[in-house]
């Protein structure tokens, strides 16, 4: 009898350290892909970032630069320092690899910007979770400027017409544990109408964001890559769409995050579960470059929701080129905003609402102020 306990302990100590071995060794794969995924996205941008730089350092001008302004009346009011943050579907606007963490359930942004001389800017999107881990989603950004009386090299009138430029995105984001990345392909169009005279164009964005160890997320994107405008003209001409490399943290401090154990119903051990905050602090700091600027703007956005049905924001340039000159606070790029939030059992609504306000800075305004207004609907 002792010789077959000792067998069975025997078989039971070696099973142990199979096991211990098995565990360890499935650990350090996931370690090293982890490690692997890293060092693959950060040579991707590095590649891209090289290839861009030397195929359009002759190309020159600001082709279709509606590009450049800021989307959504949240990420206005933060001055654009939203990369690292991306988690509404307007993240296709600054970075598509957001789109991986949106809900299952279907979501909408639309927003409206009042701008002086007669310009409107509209953008709508949707977004959702279509796939463990696998988001995707659509969206339209609308430029148009007043109508104009166009004259001949005589002076004649020969019309009324008006400026009215367009993209639109799809894109769709992976996320793994700690990292997602995503692609979104954009087609661009520019018509003068009332002239005949139009072009198309395509561009590519790729963007990357990491949760660093729960302490804050980094995110990083390269927008309109390779992007090209065709003219009808008899000339044909080709504009080259200027790129932008955004860059960002973002830090969240929960006011009344919650965190219990539960025991697992599958494996039986204990878990620790967290409970998101509804209260909290969002901090967003950026750095944005776009070709043929001297030098990076640098921004700084808050968001504060100090209760569960309101949030205020703002956000400022930190430093930027003001007149072909670097300065701290050059006052280019600011904006302020609110957020209403209401709960769906006090309005009785089929699906979470918010409202967005904000206003930001407009050189091209007398005043150099322009409003904003936007809405979030989660079904």
Request: proline share 3%; net charge negative.
């Amino acid at each position: 009898m002792s010789n077959d306990k000792l067998n069975i302990k025997s078989i039971l100590d070696s099973e142990k350290k199979k096991t211990f071995f098995s565990t360890t060794f499935e650990l350090s794969k996931s370690k090293k892909r982890k490690f692997e995924l890293i060092y693959f996205l950060i040579f991707l941008f590095i590649v891209l970032l090289v290839n861009i730089s030397y195929s359009q350092s002759a190309g020159g001008g600001y082709s279709e630069s509606y590009l450049l302004r800021d989307i959504g009346a949240r990420p206005v009011a933060m001055a654009g320092a939203y990369v690292a943050i991306s988690n509404e579907p307007f993240c296709l606007f600054y970075n598509p690899s957001g789109l991986s963490t949106l809900s299952e359930k279907p979501t909408f942004n639309s927003s409206f910007s009042f701008l002086s001389l007669n310009r409107t800017q509209s953008a709508l999107a949707w977004g959702q979770e279509v796939a463990e881990n696998v988001g995707i989603g659509l969206a339209v950004n609308n430029f148009t400027n007043a109508s104009f009386t166009a004259r001949d090299a005589n002076g004649n009138s020969i019309g009324s017409m008006t400026d009215w430029q367009y993209e639109i995105i799809g894109g769709a984001a992976y996320n793994i544990d700690f990292a997602s990345i995503g692609l979104g392909l954009k087609y661009i169009s520019n018509a003068l109408i009332g002239s005949g005279t139009k072009a198309n164009g395509f561009g590519l964005d790729i963007g990357t964001k990491f949760n660093v160890m729960d302490l804050f997320t980094f995110g990083a994107s390269i927008q309109n890559v390779a992007g090209l405008m065709y003219w009808n003209t008899q000339t044909k001409e080709r504009d080259i769409i200027p790129y932008t490399i955004r860059t960002g943290l973002g830090f969240e401090i929960g006011l009344n995050d919650e965190t219990y154990t539960s025991r697992s119903t599958i494996s039986g051990e204990m878990e620790q579960v967290d409970i998101p905050a509804t209260r909290y602090i969002l901090i967003g700091i950026d750095g944005v470059m776009t070709q043929h600027e001297n030098a990076p703007s640098v921004v700084l956005g808050v968001e504060a929701a100090l209760h569960e049905v309101i949030a205020f924001r703002g956000g400022i340039e930190l430093a930027g080129d003001d007149l072909n000159q670097y300065k701290l606070f050059p006052m280019n790029t600011w904006g302020a905003g609110v957020s209403l939030r209401p709960r769906k059992e006090d309005i009785d609504l089929p699906f979470r609402l918010n409202i967005d306000y904000s206003i930001s800075s407009d050189l091209l305004s007398i005043n150099r102020v322009s409003q904003h207004i936007s809405l979030m609907l989660e079904f």
